[in-house]
């Protein structure tokens, strides 16, 4: 479970009413600090697992504490506490992600138990577990990829009028003397190894061979994997896609690639090979977290995209303001024009279902339809689900 929290915040009255919140959660751990200095101190100090931490401080604000916390050795995740507009939040986010840190979501102040209770489940499922594990060593993350113990999990893409399961993303977790690893405790070290590559290539072996499994039994929905700009900068990718996928009978109609939009690519010219070569053989391609980039347009005018993905920021709780409606619409005025696919990413309620719906959003995935799940949970879920299956499935309330 999770064991240890920081609340950073100048307001003695917030500190009081986070740590309060926390505690009817049932997160009893709960270290204090009025500002950046006072946080840096306590990460060291306590090493707590996530920290909340508002923007605005006096002192050292929540942009230098996040600065400077990147370059400590313990990296919580963090959730942000903020009264301020969206494109602030949007700034403060990208810069927290430029620093390689992962930012969980946001919480508006004046908090309330909800909002914090949505976020604190987000992380539980972002963990892969209640029971958050440390960082793993370069020793074990090694072992782990001799072992063959790269774990695809699913989470489905619901086509939000029909409420058809039209696709599966398939994200990364490392199985470690029987617990699932999340992400964020081993990602870190597998790109300073230098082996994002063959975790790529772990994972599209298991997934296209899940996805096979799937088609066998009559299921024909798309699978979305992820690849880095450092991944597609390997021209040699192009050919262990194509051989991966038809040795499973995989057409590769049926494959998207997802590509982080907040991800520059320095130099174009092999990502952008890459990626059109795929789309010529039938691939798609998709934009993933638009809106949080740098240059968002510029990317779907040069990436031959064939799907657009809003970030969960401009979804989650977007029918309670402006700013995510209007990122959302804007996303899908670009897909309009484009003939693209819009996926809303973190849908967390029904209020966010239609929001997405409402601004034109045709797809939708998040923790309202399912959180992500090894391929054996996957399936059983997908039997008593509410929503029916591409090809198979009726929905389990028909």
Known sequence: MLKRILVVDDSRFVLKIAKKML?????????????????????????????LSDINMPNMDGLEFMRKLSMTEHRPQIILMSSSDARVLNTTRELAMAHSLRVIGVVEKPLSAAALDALMRQYADIDGSDDRRPTMTAEQVQEAFAANCVVPVYQAIVNLGTEQIVGVEA????????????????????????????????????????????RKDGIDFSLAINMTVKVLSDLEIVGAVVDIASSLGMNLSRLTLEMTESQIMEDVRAPLEVLTRLRLKGAGVALDDFGIGASSFQQVQRVPCTELKIDKMFVTGAHKGENGDAVMRAGVDVGARLGLDIVAEGIETRDDWESAKRAGCNLGQGYLINRPMPFDEFAEWMLHCPYGVTGGLAPANA
């Not at 009893?28 to 500002?35: C, G, L, R, W």
């Not at 290539?201 to 296209?208: A, G, L, P, V």
């Open 23 to 51: 505690g009817d959660l049932g997160y009893a751990d709960v270290v204090e600090a009025s500002d950046g200095h006072e946080a840096l101190a306590a990460v060291h100090a306590h090493q707590p697992d996530l920290v």
């Open 171 to 214: 994200l990364a977790r490392l199985n470690h003397d029987g617990h699932m690893v999340p992400p964020g405790a081993f990602l870190p070290v597998v790109e300073d190894l230098g082996l994002m590559a063959e975790l790529t290539h772990h994972m599209m072996r298991s997934s296209f061979r899940d996805w096979a499994s799937w």
